[in-house]
């Protein structure tokens, strides 16, 4: 196996290290998938029994000048790698104003991605700054379990509201419960309500708008039926959404939250180039 790439462009390196910190605040350890022409950030925790899950796509040409990769054979020309994304973007943080970043998969002490970072120098001299990450390497036979999340039949989806803003309300909410519930409709309605002995405090949110899955055909007879300003809901854990919510910094074009009835919320991120997935289960 053999995987190396290569960043000059300034602006791709910025976005790039964006996207970085972002799993890492959401995450302390997560898959990174390496195919010829995407990356993939990946946390598989089974939604089912509780835990969150994460899926991040990225297209390699809109980010690298070069990009190799030699996978596990011919066939499956892919790298699966289990590593602490905290520690790649500590490593990244150097790059700033570096003349170009190196990506290579390494063997040291053991494997390693090591981040080689050139930076300018007023000698002729070039001043080059490596970090080895540890990553674990994920045989062929485990693959199956960090396979793209199916995206769930959900009873409502609708447009979030400026992410900063539901942040700031979350964390005023999150002083005053643990839970937090969240109700939509497909009118564009979104109320953000948490509702405890002491206090009980909703946010409405109106004129989201709702994403156009009918026109493509990807949901079911019954979501097409739904009386539009019919709510659905879930219950979760503030603090889980307050930290998806936080460390965003992908600046995404379209953000989108689908809610499967009492069990599941869905939030879909879109840019350009990038798309993140992040799944909290309801909680009873």
């Not at 539009?228 to 995404?252: E, H, Y």
């Amino acid at each position: 196996m053999k995987f190396r790439a290569k960043v000059v462009d300034v602006a791709c390196l910025n976005h790039f290290t964006r996207i970085v910190n972002t799993i890492s605040k959401l995450t302390k350890s997560c898959i990174l998938r390496l195919t010829s022409d995407k990356l993939f950030f990946i946390l598989s925790d089974k939604v089912a029994s509780g835990g969150v899950a994460m899926w991040c796509q990225l297209f390699q040409g809109n980010f690298f000048d070069e990009f190799q990769i030699e996978g596990v054979s011919a066939e499956y020309n892919e790298i699966y790698l289990e590593l602490t994304p905290e520690n790649f973007s500590r490593s990244l943080k150097t790059s700033q104003n570096a003349k170009a970043v190196k990506i290579k998969l390494t063997m040291k002490h053991c494997p390693c991605i090591t981040i080689a970072v050139e930076l300018p120098s007023l000698s002729s001299h070039t001043r080059i700054v490596t970090h080895d990450i540890p990553v674990t390497i994920i045989p062929r036979k485990l693959w199956n379990d960090f396979e793209e999340p199916s995206v769930p039949d959900f009873d409502v989806s609708i447009y979030l509201p400026v992410l900063k803003t539901m942040k700031s309300v979350v964390e005023r909410m999150k002083n005053l419960s643990n839970h937090i519930v969240i109700e939509a409709n497909q009118n564009g309605e979104m109320n953000l309500k948490i509702d405890t002995e002491l206090v009980s405090v909703t946010t409405h949110f109106k004129e989201l708008g709702n994403p156009p899955w009918v026109e493509d055909g990807t949901q079911s007879d019954s979501f097409q039926r739904r009386d539009p300003t019919n709510m659905a809901k879930a219950r979760v854990d503030i603090k889980r959404l307050l930290q998806f919510l936080a460390g965003q910094q992908v600046n995404p074009s379209k953000a989108i939250c689908n809610i499967v009835n009492k069990k599941v919320i869905h939030f879909v991120l879109l840019h350009e180039d990038v798309s993140l997935q992040y799944f909290i289960p309801a909680l009873v």
